[in-house]
């Protein structure tokens, strides 16, 4: 486990970085500002879900990584009737908190923000804990002890990409 976490500390770093870039625009929408702990964390948070339903599904027996096993396809759904309400009041209590802080964007921006990142990022939580217990089952570690980390970490670092992509696009 110890090359696993060095090797996803490491990846922490990009985010920084990503982060780092971002600064002024932060500072100059405050609802942005309240946005990214936000969503990096409700998405390690639903990606964490998913991969614990999906290695209690594995040790049962009844795992199969495809849309058509039931199982799996009622937690993606899940993931994303989830993703969406959440995603939805992250973006109104942003937006709030921005105008309270003296933000200048309205409302529909910011849930465009919030949702459309959001959105995303319940894509890439539902692909990386797929792979993530898939892989960690066919080289052999428990999933239990890996599937987390893996998946918390790829979706800071990539969430961060996600929601200033969509911020470049959205502004």
Do not use: H, K
């Not at 080289?139 to 800071?156: A, H, K, R, Y």
Request: with cysteine; charged share 10%.
């Amino acid at each position: 486990m110890i090359p696993l976490l060095a090797a996803l500390s490491v990846l922490q770093l990009v985010s920084g970085s990503v982060l780092e870039g971002y600064e002024a625009t932060l500072l100059r929408y405050p609802a942005l500002l309240v946005l990214v702990p936000v969503q990096i964390g409700t998405a390690g948070n639903l990606a964490s879900i998913m991969c614990s339903r999906l290695t209690t599904q594995l040790y049962l027996g009844t795992y199969e990584p495809t849309l058509s096993n039931p199982g799996v396809r009622a937690n993606v759904v899940a993931v994303f009737a989830l993703a969406a309400t959440v995603f939805s009041a992250v973006g109104v209590a942003a937006w709030a908190l921005g105008a309270v802080l003296g933000g200048g964007l309205d409302l529909g921006r910011v849930l465009a923000i919030s949702l459309g990142s959001g959105m995303l990022l319940a894509v890439l939580v539902v692909t990386t804990s797929i792979v993530a217990v898939e892989a960690s089952y066919r080289v052999g570690l428990n999933p239990d002890d890996t599937t987390i980390p893996i998946v918390t970490n790829v979706c800071d670092v990539v969430g961060v990409v996600i929601l200033f992509g969509v911020v470049t696009l959205v502004l």
